[in-house]
């Protein structure tokens, strides 16, 4: 582009623009003259009065004013709060079509990140359910929700979702449709005994008020209900009240928590615990292993997709019973028991002590000999400990979204397994490893998008390598 042409569009300029895709982070493309801008809250096929907000050289990023044209393929969103909440950036497009967008964007990431030319991806796999499949849903409480139009009222308390990029900035929520509607039950329920009870919601720039979070989980092979209501402070005769009243509506819940806490970073994790009724924790099943979920424990929050996701993974690691097996990144261990029963002995590895902690005792409770758990960070721990464990034949890794640390890579490829299952949660990421490990010992065999989280930005990804036969 020549320089006239960079000029065409520039800071505070309103253009009509057309989006032509979707980005990865869920950002609607258009270009002009070769420029691509970045238009948040848009889909593919629409036409679009956008504001330009930002102008670098080599793209831009605008914000849209007014849809001048719907997209050929887009619906009515469910929620009301579609727009305004950062949940489900993606209500709007029919749900096989979200799926062909994420799967495009994991193409476009392997082949033009990773260097895999003409690499095929196979479409996503949908979610057994595109609504109600969240087994944990985190609300947060305000004294001054979001007005969504100027004219509406300013309502003392709220309890819904952030709006994207905004720490305090409340949407209050009367329906998530990404929940079991019982959850969107109980939410109501304790709002409006919020309000009947002259509740302060905190304010996360004052650091006043009292009631932080409402926090849901549900299992969804148990149909077991967790209710954690997050506070400043530790009310006792109030938490009789709210315990007798929540308790008589929902006898089904069958744990009620009060976490405490006075930290100003807004966490929905308390440093204190109290179980106001029933044994603090809730079961579910992934596959044949059943797991204990506590308040904090991390736990997949699609269940069903879960179980397709870790198949996925069962899948390219191929197992025949006798191979030993590192799963890096390993959380409470669900991947480790998925597997165990068709290895010879799985290692897992795991930064954080309170996961190792659960993973040892899910282990153990379905009676895992073949299991073991390693605590420590992963750019260390694994030289650390090669030496005295079995050598791996496969490693399976699930790292956060920033991917694997380069002593991780280095340390794998000395560990040299002959088959790699790489699950990711970001595939930016996932592209420049898979790229690190196939310039040398490994060939890329699949890629298999998986959507956990219809609606949202999010997908996550099973790639297979195998070990070339000259490495
Ligand atoms: C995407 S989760 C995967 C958890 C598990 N595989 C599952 O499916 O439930 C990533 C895990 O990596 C852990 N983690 C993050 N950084 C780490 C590090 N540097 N070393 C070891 N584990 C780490 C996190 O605590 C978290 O449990």
């Known amino acids: 582009m020549n320089d006239a042409e960079q000029r065409v569009v520039k800071k505070g300029d309103s253009i009509e623009l057309e989006i032509e895709s979707l980005a990865f982070g869920g950002k609607g493309v258009a270009k002009v003259d070769g420029l691509a801008i970045f238009v948040e809250r848009t889909i593919p096929g629409q036409k679009v009065l956008a504001r330009i907000v930002k102008k670098k050289k080599s793209f831009a990023e605008a914000y849209p004013l007014e849809i001048l044209k719907k997209a050929p393929n887009e619906i009515e969103a469910k929620c009301p709060a579609f727009g305004t909440c950062g949940g489900c950036r993606l ?212 269940t069903l997709q879960a179980e397709v996701l870790y198949g996925e993974a069962l899948k390219g690691t191929d197992l025949k019973g006798g191979e030993v097996v590192y799963d890096l990144y390993c959380g409470t261990g669900t991947i480790a028991l998925f597997l165990a029963k068709q290895a010879k002995k799985v290692y897992g590895f795991e930064l954080i002590a309170s996961s190792v902690k659960n993973a040892r005792r899910n282990a153990k409770a379905q009676g895992f000999e073949n299991v073991e758990f390693i605590l420590g960070d992963l750019k260390d721990v694994l030289s650390q400990n090669v030496d005295r464990i079995e050598p791996a034949d496969v490693i399976v890794v699930d790292p956060p979204r920033a991917g694997l640390h380069q002593n991780v890579v280095d340390d794998i490829l000395k560990v040299g397994p002959q088959k790699l299952v790489y699950v990711s949660c970001n595939p930016s990421t996932l592209a420049r490893d898979l790229k690190l490990f196939c310039e040398t010992d490994y060939e890329l065999v699949s890629v298999q998008p998986v959507d956990m989280f219809p609606h949202t930005t999010h997908i996550e990804t099973v790639a297979q390598m195998v070990k070339k036969a000259t490495a």
């Open 91 to 302: 209500q709007n497009l029919k749900y096989d079509d979200q799926l062909l967008e994420k799967t495009r964007q994991v193409r476009d990431l392997v082949q033009r990140v990773g260097g895999f030319a003409d690499f095929e991806v196979p479409t996503a796999l949908p979610s057994p359910t595109a609504f109600h499949y969240r087994n944990k849903m985190e609300f947060t409480f305000t004294p001054s929700p979001w007005r969504n139009h100027p004219d509406d009222e300013d309502e003392p308390l709220g309890l819904g979702q952030h709006i994207p990029g905004r720490f305090d900035k409340i949407v209050h929520i009367e329906t998530c449709y990404l929940q079991k509607p019982i959850m969107n039950e109980i939410m109501n329920f304790v709002f409006a005994f919020a309000k009947e009870h002259g509740w302060e919601g905190y304010n996360n720039r004052t650091h006043e008020g009292w009631a932080r979070n409402l926090v849901l989980r549900y299992g969804e092979h148990t149909d077991e209900i967790m209710v954690n209501l997050v506070t400043k402070t530790y009310e006792k005769e109030h938490m009789k009240v709210f315990t007798k009243a929540i308790m008589s509506q929902f006898p089904q819940i069958t744990t009620l928590i009060n976490s405490i806490t006075a930290r100003l970073s807004d966490v929905a994790v308390g440093e204190t615990e109290v179980f106001l009724h029933g044994p603090g924790h809730i079961s579910d099943r992934l596959g044949e292993s059943d797991f204990e979920i506590s308040a904090n424990s991390f736990f997949q929050t699609n």
